[in-house]
């Protein structure tokens, strides 16, 4: 047990490591990042090669993008935008089957962007969000230091409300700040209609 404990505190995002192959299995389309890092963006770019899908990874740090670009797992179906997610938004036109945001934490961009990918996102596709959970005290000392709108944890709970999409955040992962998953339903199928 404490060897299992061992190697899952080793790996940066595991719960992106295991879905995203699952995903990719029955969803077809591309793959978004948006806020890139090393060790999210070699699991992206990993199953991109494996999957033969097309992997965009949007960051507006320079230093990001070609430390990315000079990374050995870097191949020819990853396309790397420098920018904020509203520049990469204006000229995406894909259908995205796994969404990474995080990028900017505060409300209003992070509803932009989960409401402009679910509107392209393929059916069963998924966006995962992370820093979703408003844990005590973590809030309170990043409100004090540079991100002073960090409140991604209200988008998800406007999205637990929306009838068009299934969400289930894990509490635990990301350094326990909370990633969560937010599935696009399709309406038209009988078991969404009960």
Not at 21 to 31: D, R, S, T
Not at 70 to 87: C, M, T, W
Not at 146 to 175: C, D
Request: charge should be positive.
């Amino acid at each position: 047990m404490l060897q299992v404990e061992k190697s899952i505190r080793k790996e940066a995002w595991p719960i992106l490591d295991r879905l995203i192959p699952v995903i990719l299995a029955h969803v077809k389309g591309c793959m978004v990042e948006i806020g890139m890092g090393k060790y999210s963006t070699r699991i992206f770019a990993k199953y991109s090669e494996l999957f033969e899908r097309k992997f965009y990874g949007c960051d507006s740090s320079y230093r990001m993008i070609e430390a990315i670009k000079l990374a050995p797992y870097i191949h020819d179906r990853v396309e790397l935008f420098k920018g904020n997610s509203y520049q990469f938004m204006e000229q995406f036109d894909d259908t995205p089957a796994v969404v990474f945001l995080d990028g900017c934490h505060h409300e209003g961009i992070v509803r932009q962007e989960v409401h402009f990918f679910i509107e392209r996102m393929a059916y069963d596709g998924v966006i995962f969000m992370h820093d979703t959970m408003p844990l005590e005290g973590y809030y309170e000392r990043k409100l004090l230091t540079k991100n002073k709108e960090m409140s991604t944890y209200k988008i998800r709970q406007e999205l637990e409300k929306m009838p068009h999409v299934n969400t289930f955040t894990w509490p635990f992962s990301a350094g326990n700040c909370g990633v969560t998953m937010v599935i696009k339903k399709d309406m038209n199928r009988k078991f969404y209609r009960l």
